[in-house]
């Protein structure tokens, strides 16, 4: 059972999907940084890819994503062909260094394109990069999915496809402007499985307007009866300043911060108890699921794609927004699709913004990830100190423990794991503050 202790909840902290986070990217690292990096690279470097395509057919609105609407075809085209673009100047780049593991196309919705865009995009991937059998992912919207596409991702050899659920609740669908009934998700897994597409996720949400236990019951009970092979559960976050289309939400019956707890604790037993292995504090996956074996032999990661088996230090991503990793560099391409297009028809690359951390943060980011990941962390002598001082109040309410040097999550403290990782975040915790340059610790949102 999870305890509730609201003050250590009250402050929000990052998803710590990169450390350092995107809100701490300055202008002042970009393009220059990231060709300099590429050119780094050494042969046969494992890498990931991800490819954005920030356009759905219909815009829900709860979501915080970079996308918009596909209903312009020649938007459409000109991304396309600017997509293709920065992933040929990219490999060109690299000249055969590099070995791509694993393919991931995100958005949005890259169903939002035409199955035959995608299979020409995915083409010229494989075609300008060292690529054997990788695993190749995508995100799909249930509601425009077809037997085409089943068809298609089949034969492009796709191994996983993700599919955007949130809720089977239709009064709570209807409230976030994501109607999609129950039957459509059926016949989605239907045709996949049928193309033998067995490895299938779900995206689920609590914390929805109007959502109560016995909605979230429901919508975990179908889940259930459907098998998807890894579900994740998110906490909906309200926040209408910075996402305008979340506007359109009625915020007067959004669950209360103690609901939400309530509502997270019983997706996660519910889960646990259907036989899904908990991975980190909110993603799940059947025991026959490769991120399963990875949480058991300790090899899970966190990316911008969340919780992963995927083990390649470095992540190339094309198309607006995007973000790369390297060692030594993060780096995010130009948000607006527009502005995205130019910078790629003009022969440059796409990174504007980003950060280059040093040792010091490496290191805060490999304990931030131990955590997040593993639920434990040796720490060396020089840091061990100050941050068994910091703890205290974690460790005096039985969610964390110590052997000798080692901090260890205790049973139940998966939804404190975030802000227990938080104290070492050098822009915003309290163990040993960084000393970086101030401009990147101005203020802004937690990602």
């Not at 780094?40 to 829900?60: F, K």
């Not at 690299?94 to 995915?122: E, K, M, Y």
Request: aromatic share 8%; glycine share 8%.
């Amino acid at each position: 059972m999870w305890t509730y202790h609201p003050d250590l909840l009250a402050r929000p902290v990052p998803r710590y999907t990169s450390y350092p986070t995107a809100a701490d990217f300055v202008d002042q690292v970009g393009e220059t940084e990231y060709a300099e990096a590429l050119d780094r690279m050494a042969s046969a470097t494992p890498l990931s890819l991800y490819v954005h395509i920030p356009y759905c057919d219909q815009i829900c609105w709860y979501c915080g994503c970079n996308t918009g609407a596909a209903n312009r075809k020649h938007r459409l085209t000109d991304y396309l062909t600017a997509l293709r673009a920065e992933i040929a100047m990219v490999a060109k780049r690299l000249g055969g260094r590099g070995r791509v593991q694993h393919i991931a196309f995100g958005g949005g919705s890259p169903n939002a394109i035409t199955p035959v865009d995608f299979v020409r995009l995915l083409d010229r991937i494989m075609t300008v990069f060292d690529c054997s059998r990788p695993e190749i992912s995508i995100e799909i919207d249930p509601r425009t999915f077809t037997s085409e596409w089943a068809l298609v991702l089949a034969s492009s050899e796709v191994t996983r496809v993700s599919l955007g659920v949130q809720t089977f609740a239709p009064h709570i669908q209807a409230a976030i402007g994501r109607v999609q009934p129950l039957e459509q998700i059926e016949q989605a897994m239907m045709g996949l499985r049928m193309r033998g597409i067995e490895a299938i996720n779900f995206d689920l949400m609590y914390g929805l307007p109007g959502q109560t236990l016995h909605d979230l019951n429901a919508t975990l009970d179908e889940t259930i009866r459907l098998a998807p092979s890894r579900i994740a559960l998110f906490g909906y976050a309200h926040l209408p300043a910075m996402i305008p289309r979340q506007r359109r939400i009625d915020a007067s019956n959004l669950p209360d911060d103690l609901a939400r707890f309530a509502q997270a604790q019983f997706g996660y037993e519910k889960l646990t108890q259907a036989g899904y292995v908990p991975i980190g504090f909110d993603h799940f996956a059947l025991p026959s699921d490769p991120l399963a074996a990875a949480a058991r032999e300790n090899r899970v990661n966190r990316n911008f794609q969340g919780f992963t088996h995927d083990g390649a230090s470095t992540l190339l991503g094309f198309g607006a927004s995007a973000i790369s990793i390297l060692p030594g560099l993060i780096v995010q391409n130009e948000k607006n699709a527009g502005p995205y297009r130019t910078l790629v028809s003009a022969g440059q690359l796409a990174a504007t913004r980003g950060v280059a951390p040093g040792p010091e943060e490496a290191k805060r980011g490999d304990i931030i990830n131990a955590i997040l990941c593993r639920g434990r962390v040796t720490l060396d002598n020089k840091i061990l100190p100050t941050a068994r001082a910091a703890l205290t109040k974690f460790e005096r309410r039985g969610l964390l423990f110590w052997e000798d040097a080692t901090l260890v999550l205790a049973e139940g403290a998966q939804p404190y794991a975030r802000v227990i990782a938080a104290q070492f975040d050098g822009y915003r915790g309290s163990i040993q503050p960084h000393s970086g340059p101030a401009s990147l610790h101005s203020a802004a949102p937690a990602c």
